[in-house]
């Protein structure tokens, strides 16, 4: 779903501004968004090509529709990008990948014509894994809020108000894929628990949307496994806040935990407090899906890195002149340069 944090944006850019004919193939959440976003899909798959697997001809759809350019994301773990680039690179079309997570451009197997980069970090990474491609263009970050998100995300920013009489500290835990979310919640728990500060903490769930309904190994589905491990914790599990938007619950948030979610970088951007935690799934699922062997967010001085059970109290601010240099992803710029 991240990719369409960009190529809608950009897709829109092609359409609205240049005139272009625009057509997506899309799975999983972006279907959804992209239908939002007033596109229909020339082909959509399934929601989990892992749960439920689906047969997509690139080949025959190139041919089809004969596009003078293909433009991806970079999903994790990846699939219907990679079809596509393949059969792209058989037949001669140019590719263009655009990031929205550092070191994405190296899930791309397929020979790339230009990344859009979220920045000189990015960039060095994109040399590493697609030193063939011809042109790469810095575009800034789609987790950075623009001056007009950023206004609205700060006045939205009293949606948990109300918890503040029995909360000192809103904690957030943003959660991934399922084998990473179960290492990351027994990290935060513990630190939970140990956590004094100068009252009683909370801490809010948010589980990733595509992950909470799996079912594991013995049929039981991932959120209820993840829910019985705050049992625990008592009066300081506030619960998920599921009628908010997952960004008014950042916004609102003291403290947002996650391992390397886009979140983080977003809560970063807006001052807060963050954590990345480092576990041995989460490094595994980053070193899979990113030629980066750290955390970016860490990397970069946005996030305080977590590997053993603390005092969240003691959590730090991202570096003030890190966050400064931050920029928000301008589709304009990525579709005209590339």
């Not at 596009?67 to 140019?94: F, K």
């Not at 938007?245 to 970088?265: M, P, R, W």
């Not at 920029?327 to 005209?336: E, I, R, S």
């Amino acid at each position: 779903m991240g990719g369409a944090n960009v190529t809608i944006p950009m897709a829109k850019v092609a359409r609205d501004e240049v005139g272009d004919e625009v057509g997506f193939i899309t799975e999983g959440l972006a279907t959804e968004r992209v239908r939002k976003a007033g596109f229909e899909p020339a082909f959509a798959g399934t929601k989990d090509f892992r749960d439920e697997p689906f047969e997509f001809d690139a080949a025959a759809f190139l041919a089809e529709h004969k596009p003078d350019y293909v433009v991806v994301g970079q999903g994790h773990p990846i699939n219907l990008e990679e079809r596509i680039t393949l059969a792209a690179n058989e037949r001669r079309i140019p590719v263009i990948s655009v990031t929205d997570f550092w070191g994405g451009a190296s899930r791309i197997a397929a020979k790339l014509d230009a990344i859009i980069c979220l920045d000189g970090y990015d960039q060095s990474l994109a040399l590493r894994s697609h030193p063939e491609a011809r042109k790469m263009v810095i575009a800034g970050n789609p987790g950075v809020p623009t001056s007009e998100e950023r206004g609205r995300i700060i006045a939205e920013s009293k949606a948990l108000d109300s918890l503040r009489a029995v909360y000192s500290d809103i904690i957030v835990y943003v959660g991934g894929a399922p084998d990473r979310t179960t290492r990351d919640l027994e990290l935060v728990v513990s630190s939970l628990l140990l956590t004094r500060g100068r009252g009683k903490p909370g801490l809010i769930f948010r589980p990733h949307p595509k992950h909470a309904n799996r079912l594991n190994g013995e049929g039981r589905r991932y959120g209820d496994i993840w829910r019985e491990m705050f049992t625990m914790l008592g009066g300081q599990y506030i619960g998920e806040c599921s009628e908010l938007a997952t960004d008014k619950v950042v916004a609102s948030a003291d403290v947002v935990v996650s391992d390397y979610s886009t979140l983080i970088t977003t809560a970063a951007a807006l001052e807060k407090r963050t954590v990345s935690l480092v576990t041995e799934a989460s490094m595994k699922s980053l070193t899979s899906g990113s030629n980066s062997k750290v955390i970016p967010q860490v990397y970069l001085g946005l996030s305080f890195p977590l590997s053993e059970p603390m005092d969240l109290s003691k959590v730090t601010y991202p570096n003030p002149e890190v966050v400064r240099r931050l920029k928000p992803f301008d589709a304009k710029t990525a579709f005209l340069l590339f």
